[in-house]
């Protein structure tokens, strides 16, 4: 029989340095620091993008909270929030350190973003926006967007927003 995550009973709390959950009889302590990535998923329910999370963690097994959870967002953003503040002073580190920065499908260096088909230097980024689906990149100058990538194919996608923010207010 499949398993379908959305539908087995999960709650949880989030504390400063962990998440204590409890799904179907399984009750765990995950600290931080065990959090390899979040991932955001989009699920279609009759015909409409609901949007729920992945927890991949280091020793490679996942949390993944159900679609029918009231707080699904507070909580995917809650683990983002940590997520964020616990990896971006590294890429940040290796960013500024000239170092090339890879998520699924994109590259980012001191110099430009790219993906297997399209490099664009940090001056010619006008902007950036994330939708449940997607991530698009737009050009200076452009009507049509130069890079778009599927939000569920980029882990730790909270991290890239904040670094592309934060390399969009230094450009």
């Known amino acids: 029989m499949a398993s379908c995550p959305w539908l087995i009973p999960f709650s949880h709390f989030l504390g400063n340095s962990c998440i204590l959950y409890r799904e179907g009889r399984k009750r765990q302590i995950v600290a931080w620091e065990q959090v390899r990535f979040i991932q955001r998923q989009v699920a279609y329910i009759w015909g409409k993008p ?30 983002e929030q ?54 698009v990149i737009s050009e200076r100058g452009s009507s049509q967007a130069r890079l778009s990538l599927p939000v569920q194919q980029i882990p730790n996608l909270c991290v890239l927003l904040a670094l592309l923010e934060h390399i969009g207010k230094h450009v």
Do not use: H
Not at 50 to 79: C, K, N, R, T
Not at 116 to 135: D, G, R
């Open 82 to 135: 940590e997520m964020t503040r616990l990896f971006l002073p590294t890429f940040l580190a290796d960013y500024e350190a000239g170092k090339p920065l890879v998520f699924p499908g994109l590259c980012i260096t001191n110099q430009y973003i790219s993906s297997s088909e399209e490099k664009i230097p940090w001056i010619q980024v006008e902007q950036f926006e994330v939708s449940s689906e997607k991530l």
């Open 50 to 79: 609901q949007g729920f999370y992945l927890v991949q963690l280091v020793d490679g097994s996942q949390i993944a909270p159900g679609l029918l959870i009231a707080d699904i967002e507070e909580l995917g953003d809650a683990i």
